[in-house]
């Protein structure tokens, strides 16, 4: 019988590699049709490419799958971020009422209100490059600080089950914060900006309301 412990890394570490083996292939195939100098500034490359070869019935293709693929993408964020609220409201972080479920879909739906309000608040007002590298530096710090708690984890409670182990501890780890770091910085500064007062916020949510309130808390039952 084979350990699902085992090939659950093996395959998300799997897929990554094969993503960036996809990724370059496409890269080199796009550059090899147009000059890289040409890409600055577009959001469109792949089917920038096709359109120098001639090919734009298929360029309209890929750009269509574009925004399909930005819509699930969107709804996967928006269904996330839901039941994060969710969760942190559950454990006494947010306030309660966040944590209702709604008596006939049984669904959080003040958290789902709330999030498809702010959404749409953002996307109606955030240029959508600005937005672009807001996630990327969201999602690159929230990399960093996982891979750093893999190592005070493993110090501070070694008796937390595990569902699988981090190969090459603590080299892999390290390098998973230098690499996110590294792409960090090359952000532009009103991103820095906006990050650095959106945590300011999100401490001041933790020390002033949440931190006392936490179901988690040591001193609490």
């Known amino acids: 019988m084979r350990n699902p412990r085992r090939d659950l890394p093996v395959g998300i570490i ?7 083996l996809l990724y370059v292939l496409v890269a080199g195939i796009m550059t090899g049709i147009v000059p890289f100098a040409n890409f600055a500034g577009v959001d469109h490359p792949v089917s920038l490419a096709l359109q120098y070869a001639g090919q734009n019935w298929v360029a309209g293709f890929i750009d269509m799958g574009a925004i399909i693929g930005m819509t699930t993408v969107i709804l996967v964020m928006a269904y996330g971020q ?3 609220l969710f969760a942190m409201s559950r454990d006494g972080l947010l ?19 709330l999030v498809g309000i702010v959404f749409s ?24 600080l996982i891979s750093i708690a893999v190592l005070v984890l493993r110090k501070t409670r070694p008796d937390l089950p595990r569902a699988f182990r ?12 230098a690499f996110c770091l590294f792409l960090m910085a090359f952000l532009q500064k009103v991103t820095w900006i906006a990050f650095g007062a959106w945590t300011l916020i999100g401490l001041a949510i933790y020390f002033g309301y949440a931190r006392k309130r936490s179901l988690l808390h040591p001193g609490r039952p």
């Not at 981090?166 to 998973?176: D, E, K, Q, Y």
Request: with cysteine.
């Open 121 to 144: 608040a953002i996307a109606a007002l955030v240029p959508l490059n600005v937005l672009a590298e807001l996630i990327n530096i969201g999602t690159l710090a929230a990399f960093s």
């Open 95 to 113: 306030p309660a009422r966040l944590a209702k479920i709604h008596p006939r879909f049984s669904t959080p739906f003040n958290t789902t209100w």
């Open 14 to 20: 799997g897929s990554l590699l094969v993503c960036t």
């Open 82 to 84: 839901t039941r994060i």
């Open 166 to 177: 981090c190969p090459g501890a603590p080299v892999v780890p390290m390098l998973s914060v």
